[in-house]
């Protein structure tokens, strides 16, 4: 049996985008020829990785994990919505989280070189995902996370696979899992009135200003108008200042100081936000199709 060099594992994941351990599988199955170890790979992966790898992933999933006062929450990324319900998308999904809390990687690279073997791939994360790439069909991708490794505690709340939030506070978890699930709800933009971005507040100043042009009135009467605009805005997106979803009599500030817990930050990842999703047009699809057909005719 011909020896399976490393130069040849690497050179056939090159050319097909599959797992490396896969392609160590296909070319000890072809005895080391190489285009024969392709056309395995082909047949068992169909050599889907490569090509998903351009495709928009929009949909996905944001899971979480939460070790002692360590927590991680990381949003990964597939093309449709079916694949959101796949027990091998969901199950890595949540074995990444679980590996962000173990390992505390710093960038998605020292993710994906981790050890971990699902389906049959392996020995890494990133081989897991490249190999359920090929399985599954779609491309898949891990967006973002959050690592939360300080000497403050945490919770999160899920709300279902699509909107997560983790919270970082002091006193009663109950108090803090109350705010995380506010958070999913009303998705403030900062903690304070002062800690809202610079940009959000211009960009809500401007839209005021243009508002208050419209009424003609007095120069002093438009900028108190524009100023109680951009007040009001600040009130909506703070989350100390929004009222409580669980009791709008009391703001979520009012809430927190009764249950003598604070609350230090928190992080919002809603699936997909910031991602321009690909609109099909299917009647220009068609016509594309009949057109294609009559020039082949």
């Known amino acids: 049996m011909a020896a399976i060099k490393a130069s040849m594992v690497a050179e056939l994941r090159a050319k097909t985008d599959a797992p490396m351990m896969e392609c160590k599988k296909a070319l000890t199955e072809a005895e080391g020829d190489m285009n024969k170890a392709e056309e395995i790979l082909r047949v068992k992966l169909g050599s889907k990785a490569g090509k998903a790898a351009s495709r928009v992933t929009a949909e996905g999933v944001v899971t979480s994990s939460i070790s002692g006062q360590v927590g991680a929450l990381l949003e990964v990324n597939c093309e449709t919505d079916f694949v959101t319900k796949s027990d091998s998308f969901l199950a890595m999904a949540q074995a990444a989280a679980q590996l962000i809390v173990q390992h505390k990687p710093a960038t998605f690279e020292a993710l994906g070189a981790l050890a971990y073997s699902q389906d049959g791939f392996g020995p890494t994360l990133e081989d897991v995902r490249k190999g359920l790439i ?33 919270v970082e506070y002091i006193g009663a978890e109950v108090a803090a899992r109350d705010v995380a699930m506010h958070v999913a709800a009303m998705k403030p933009v900062a903690l304070t009135s002062a800690d809202v971005p610079v940009e959000f507040v211009e960009r809500e100043r401007s839209v005021a200003v243009a508002k208050a042009a419209e009424t003609n009135k007095p120069a002093d009467i438009i900028q108190k108008m524009v100023e109680g605009s951009v007040q009001k805005y600040l009130k909506e997106v703070s989350l100390f200042n929004q009222a409580f979803v669980k009791n709008d009599k009391q703001t979520v500030e009012q809430m927190l100081k009764a249950a003598n817990t604070s609350v230090k930050g928190f992080t919002l990842y809603i699936v997909g936000e910031g991602i321009e999703k690909k609109t099909d047009d299917f009647a220009a699809e068609v016509a594309a199709q009949v057109a294609a057909a009559k020039q082949s005719a």
Do not use: D
């Open 134 to 166: 090929g399985k599954i069909g779609e491309n898949m991708c891990f967006r973002r996370f959050k690592l939360f490794s300080g000497s403050t505690p945490v919770t999160s709340y899920l709300h279902g696979t699509r909107i997560g939030v983790m």
